[in-house]
């Protein structure tokens, strides 16, 4: 599928989604929107990821489209208006359009419209489907091995870990795949629940179905973690991610120079008060032991201070950590396996 990326003002750092899809998807992306950034290129921004140009509207993009997908969600996943005349104009030329947002498009009567007009798709990615049900406490039945990555704060990079891992797994021959619980790893692989709008009552459920949808096909399951169990707003979704996967094991996710939740006064627990919270929380749901640590170091510019963090992050893990970009995840996954 050939698609744009709607990333207006935020590409890339705030662009979490745009970021993801760029490194993870199969989609093969023509351009990014940015009118902040236009004339740029993706390289110029982040090396690491894979090379398209960056414009300032659709209007710019001639080459043929299959799909707008918007890759960026404000806090509490609302539409900005200005984002408007490129979906409006997506779908007037027979784009589908995707989206990840709490704002579901298929609702907007603009956009229904013109959906049904030009013969368009709207996938809001973060409608959950009907019929979830609460938690059966069955997840640990699955033969595959369940691992789930967690963290400390939001966009600490627990989905770039999973994607990390799983990709790692699979060079070295090991059957592994990804179990997507956001709306980023639902666009990539094309499948999973987005559980932080699922009802809160069938959270665990959903998370549970997951496990046991693909739990018998695969010899290790990477399943995508969200927030954090000790946030202030969104510990909910990341303990029904716990207790519904009924993880074998943990890889604790942090961030450089993060010493309060984002967006919150709250100051962070400490490493080994984290390892602690999830063991102790897990305990009673089958139990899940933290076996490594993925650390974020992208706000380090020099490579020997990032060493020098992963260590320091390491030490009070008390475990095996690296940053699995920069460094690669191959300490981590070694742990794992």
């Known amino acids: 599928m050939r698609i744009a990326i709607l990333a207006h003002e935020k590409f890339p750092d705030g662009a979490k989604t745009a970021t993801g899809v760029l490194r993870y998807g199969a989609h093969d992306v023509v351009a990014v929107l940015d009118r902040d950034r236009g004339g740029e ?23 043929p489209l299959d799909a707008l997908l918007i890759g960026i969600s404000p806090i509490g996943g609302g539409f900005d208006e200005s984002w ?17 947002l709490h704002y579901f498009l298929e609702d907007d009567s603009e956009f229904r419209t013109l959906a049904e007009e030009h013969g368009c798709e709207l996938w809001d990615v973060r409608r959950p489907p009907n019929g979830l049900g609460v938690a059966d406490g069955v997840a640990d039945s699955v033969d595959a091995t369940v691992i789930a990555t967690v963290g400390t704060d939001c966009s600490v ?14 060079e070295r021959g090991v059957d592994a795949a990804v179990v997507p619980t956001g709306q980023t790893g639902i666009m990539a692989e094309g499948w999973g629940y987005p559980i932080d709008r699922v009802i809160s009552d069938f959270a665990a459920g959903a998370v549970e179905e997951l496990i046991l949808e693909r739990g018998n ?36 996710c942090h961030a450089t120079g993060r010493e309060r939740f984002h967006g919150f006064s709250q100051s962070l627990p400490s490493i080994p008060e984290f390892v602690s919270l999830h063991e102790s929380l897990a305990a009673p749901v089958g139990g899940s032991e933290v076996v490594a640590g993925a ?40 742990a794992v396996l």
């Open 295 to 334: 650390l974020n170091t992208r706000t380090v510019d020099d490579d020997a201070a990032a060493d020098a963090a992963v260590d320091e992050y390491a030490d009070a893990l008390g475990r095996p950590a690296a940053d699995p970009i920069r460094q690669g995840p191959d300490e981590v996954l070694d």
């Open 217 to 252: 096909d695969h010899d290790y399951l990477f399943v995508e973690g969200q927030a954090s169990i000790a946030h202030p707003a969104y510990s909910g979704v990341s303990t029904a991610i716990l207790h519904g996967s009924m993880a074998d094991e943990l890889v604790l």
């Open 84 to 100: 408007r005349p490129d979906v409006r104009a997506a779908l007037e030329r027979g784009c589908d359009v995707i989206s990840g």
């Open 41 to 63: 290129r993706v390289a110029d921004c982040d090396a690491s990821l894979p090379d398209a140009p960056i414009v300032a509207s659709l209007s710019e993009v001639d080459d």
């Open 157 to 170: 990079g627990k989905m770039t870990t999973t994607f990390e891992l799983v990709d790692a797994a699979r």
